[in-house]
């Protein structure tokens, strides 16, 4: 029962960790900080599984360190390359100005701890803050891809959406973690490739990376 | 027995006439005729066969098409429409050929006769088919051949405007019957059609059957796209579509007033619009300067006459089957028949004329009566058939509805206080009518010649002269001895409301027979009198409205504007004709003109209106859609968020 208590204090210290990362997301206005909070909070966000398990399980193991690998060091890598490759400059280019996103990231995630308050849990969840952090960063995701224009910074906007998404997915690592994981990364990755291709393509056909350009494609 | 067995192989010929003229249709114009003729005369023979003994034939296949059983029928209902389409369809297609031949219209007489033969197919699949799903197909697909028959001069903007109209005015009517047919299969559990008058609950679908309907036969207000459609198609699909498909309207009223409940309410609506649209539409006629727009204009007035006495039949039902409802009734499906001949008869006639001056604006026209005197004086035949002139066609129908009217008046009910009224006003339409079709003989064929090319008229050839004078003897002949076209008119009244039947002719129709012959043998005298007369003494032509000038000018004659003016001015509350006028400032002034234009009122006060605010909205709406994917992701958002809210208020599911 104490382990229990000192597991999830850290595992919300850790949740709390995320949505800092959230916040400086938010914030950052250089390209390379906000893949890097992007990278932190995949690190994070993969020991989790970790500290959930009461004993060693080593798919929850292979899973987290899968997690950590993909979303900690591959996918970041991916995205310093095409910058670099690309030559993208390193501003970010904001529609929605950083103080206006952190107002709106700071209540969002004010709206998301109350929301779960309303929301029917189980009685094990009801003391952390999985729920509240996942809807934070789905809503920091959604802040990101809506205010910056670049597509590498609306890659790190998804890929922070999916980490909310992620998040949920922990309450029900119990009943289904292999497939949901898998899934979940599965999509990300074909997402990042996809992206990647996008990437390319915008800028041979625009010279730019600004998807603000990609407006004069409707009919 | 021997006539039931027969009818279906004659059915089928019919149709099989028609799909193997669709495939003669593009190389061998002669044999798409001989093709069409002959699927026309089977389907007259069978529809002949039925409304003579009064059988009706009945099929259903053992394999389904587009998921449902085919299930034919010919009853007297459908066989009084299918006479008409033969009679009508017949006289067209010849006319075809020598109005819009090959060597001038070289890529667009082929697509007219492959889209008439389809149109020909869908109106026997319409009529014969007793299944909702195959009825909306035949209807949809006789919709779209129609418009690629008004549009078969589509070079000329004016046309394809019109053929959009069309087609937009049309599709509103068919969702309403799509809606009407997915109701009634919901509601009954089948698509299958027939008589369901023990179905309370289906009785409100009759409002979707008439607005469905309603606008494909151009009951006023929903006739907007009638008076371009018919003045800019090809004068001989003007007479299809006026003599024909506008009364596949009529047909879906009767039909489904016939076989489903219908609401109180029913009669008094469709006989008010009825009212409404006869006086409105030769009203609209009257203000009109182009030939073929103030025909169609007539259609919405007959169309009217035809409502009215459908509207009485149905109030009729509301007071015990009364009596004068039969006559009603009759009076509206002989007034099909005849309306249907004499609209194509004078289309045909317009035809002839548009073919030998090239105008179809009356100002233009004049003294055609010399050059063209077939067509002069069908079309005058026909005009005083429309107008309801004894001893014609029109007057005997006409004088059916009357019959009712007054027989509801003497009733003592409540029925009274609408016949009255009704009454007068049929009258009034009548007269009006008559005034519309003086002034349309009066401009286009006495007189002098307006233009060069009136003057320059020659009449039309045996082609076109031929199907007029058929059309034509068909009026004289329901003229002329209208007890022997009772019986089909009678049992198709049995058809609609089985305490109706029997097929003995009410007195007061033997006594007009009689006093039409004998007034026909008293016009043929006296023509014949007055013809030795001029001969034996000797006469001189002259002008028509010479009016005593030693040289008058053309332009002293009355114009079609002027010759209506007093009537169209009675209307100006709702024609709203724009004037523009320069009134002559001085003695001897140097210029002044005066230019009158009667607009389409309804279309242009009322439709557009409406069309402007749904676009401006719609373009409203439209910025919304600006590409830009951060704003697509911020909808998305808020669509979610909206979603989760409604979820969370505990509306949601």
Known sequence: MERRCRVSGTLNLLIGLAMGLNLLALASSRLPTLIGAVAVQGVVLGVMPLLMEHQFDWIVALVALGTMAVKGFVIPGLLRRAMRTASVDREVEPSIGFVASLLLGSGGTIAAVALSRALPLLPEHAGSLLVPGSIASVLTGFVLLIGRSKAISQVCGYLVLENGIYLFGLLLIHATPLLVEAGILLDVTVGIFVTGIIVDRIQRAFDSLDTRKLNVLRE | MLFVMSLGPLLFAAVFGQLASLLASRRMPKLWLTLTLAGFALALTAAVLVLATGIEWEWRSAF???????????????????????????????????????????????????????????????????????????????????????????????????????????????????????????????????????????????????????????????????????????????????????????????????????????????????????????????????????????????????????????????????????????????????????????????????????????????????????????????????????????????????????????????????????????????????????????????????????????????????????????????????????????????????????????????????????????????????????????????????????????????????????????????LRPSRHEQRPDELFSASASFEEHTPETVLEHLVQPVGTVVMRVSTAVRRLQQGKLQAYLLYLLVGVAGLAALVMSGDGP
């Open chain 2, 64 to 574: 389904p098409l587009c998921g449902e059983p085919l299930h034919l029928r010919l009853d007297a209902i459908s066989a009084l429409f299918l006479a008409l389409l033969a009679v009508v369809g017949g006289a067209g297609s010849v006319y075809a050929g020598g109005y819009w031949p090959d060597r001038v219209h070289p890529l667009s007489a082929p697509a007219g006769r492959l889209w008439w033969s389809v149109l020909v197919f869908s109106l026997f699949v319409t009529l014969l088919s007793s299944n909702g799903l195959h009825f909306l197909i035949g209807w949809e697909l006789f919709t779209l051949s129609a418009y690629y028959l008004i549009t078969l001069d589509r070079q000329r903007v004016e046309v394809r405007s019109a053929g959009w109209l069309y087609l937009g005015a049309s599709h509103v009517g068919m969702v309403c019957l799509f809606a009407f047919f997915a109701a009634l299969a919901s509601q009954t559990g089948s698509w299958e059609l027939g008589p369901m008058c023990e179905h309370a609950k289906l009785a409100p679908l009759f409002w979707l059957a008439l607005v469905g309907f309603g606008l494909k036969s151009g009951m006023f207000p929903l006739h907007v796209w009638l008076p371009s459609a018919h003045a800019n198609a090809p004068s001989h699909v003007s007479a299809m579509l006026s003599g024909m498909t506008l009364k596949m309207g009529i047909y879906g009223l009767v039909r489904f007033s016939g076989w489903l409940p219908v609401p109180v309410a029913a009669g008094w609506t469709v006989a008010s619009l009825g009212v409404a649209s006869a006086v409105l539409g030769v009203a609209f006629a009257l203000g009109q300067h182009d030939l073929k727009r103030l025909l169609a204009y007539h259609s919405v007035e007959n169309i009217g006459i035809i409502l009215v006495g459908l509207g009485f039949a149905l109030v009729a039902l509301t007071h015990g089957d009364a009596a004068w409802g039969r006559l009603a009734l009759a009076g509206a499906l002989l007034h099909v028949w005849n309306h249907g001949l004499f609209k194509s008869l004078l289309f045909l006639g317009a035809g002839s004329v548009l073919h030998a001056t090239g105008t179809r604006e009356m100002s233009r026209l004049g003294g055609l009566w010399r050059a063209m005197p077939w067509t002069a004086g069908l079309f005058a035949l026909g005009a005083a058939a429309i107008s309801g002139l004894p001893p014609l066609n029109g007057f005997v129908s006409e004088w059916l509805v009357f019959l009712g009217l007054f027989d509801a008046t003497v009733s003592h009910g409540t029925a009274t206080w609408t016949a009255v009224p009704a009454a007068i006003l049929l009258g009034v339409t009548g007269a009006l009518a008559l005034a519309c079709f003086v002034k349309v003989c009066g401009v286009v064929f006495l007189g002098a010649p307006r233009s060069d090319a009136a003057a320059h008229a020659h009449d039309s050839g045996p082609s076109l002269r031929g199907p007029m004078l058929l059309l034509a003897a068909a009026c004289v002949a329901i003229g002329l001895a209208p007890v022997l076209f009772w019986p089909a008119i009678a049992r198709a009244v049995g058809e609609w409301k089985p305490a109706w039947q029997g097929t003995d002719a009410p007195a007061p129709l033997l006594t007009l027979g009689w006093v039409h012959l004998a007034l026909a043998a008293l016009a043929t005298a006296a023509a014949v009198w007055l013809w030795r007369k001029a001969q034996r003494s000797g006469f001189r032509r002259a002008l028509t409205w010479d009016c005593g000038y030693a040289a008058p000018t053309t332009r002293m004659q009355y114009t079609a504007g002027s010759f209506a003016g007093i009537i169209t001015e009675w209307f100006a509350w709702i």
